[in-house]
């Protein structure tokens, strides 16, 4: 049996070009963890406009800080070509008191809600609703009030 065709999550986002990195955010997946402004604050500015630029660090600086987002609103890809995020190589799922369960690993994530879109997408990070609130299932959007 072949595996269905996959919807790639960078192509959800707002993008963002640097010379090394390109880097994709999708707000609706936020949950404001802000791994991301803690550790690169020169590329990650939420005060700035445009509030990312990936040109401010070097690309694997970069990448390294959007592997800490732990809903995959941030995604990223070189732009010399070489191969993007690889999951981890063990699945976790930690659950967020009153809030998402978030998941690392090699993900297979079937959707079929209005704005997500339909069919397979492949993730190495996601926080999945717990709450069954939300409008972007299966991902959590906040819905149940609860910010990482």
Do not use: N
Not at 5 to 33: M, N, Q, W
Not at 51 to 68: C, F, K, N, Q, S
Not at 72 to 92: M, S
Request: charged letters at 25%.
């Amino acid at each position: 049996m072949t595996e269905p065709a996959t919807h790639d999550p960078f192509d959800d986002g707002k993008r963002y070009s640097g010379p090394e990195i390109l880097v994709s955010y999708d707000a609706r997946r936020c949950r404001h963890a802000r791994e991301c402004v803690r550790g690169l604050p020169k590329v990650f500015d939420v005060g700035r406009r445009p509030w990312i630029l990936p040109g401010a660090a070097p690309g694997d600086e970069v990448a390294t800080v959007i592997r800490r987002c732990p809903t995959g609103a941030l995604q990223y890809r070189p732009t010399t070509g070489a191969d993007t995020e690889q999951p981890d190589p063990v699945t976790t799922v930690r659950a967020v008191p009153g809030g998402p369960l978030l998941l690392r690993g090699d993900l297979r994530v079937w959707t079929d809600q209005p704005g997500v879109g339909v069919g397979m997408r492949r993730e190495t990070r996601m926080a999945a609703c717990a709450c069954g609130a939300t409008g972007l299932a299966p991902y959590c959007d906040g819905s149940c009030g609860v910010e990482l």
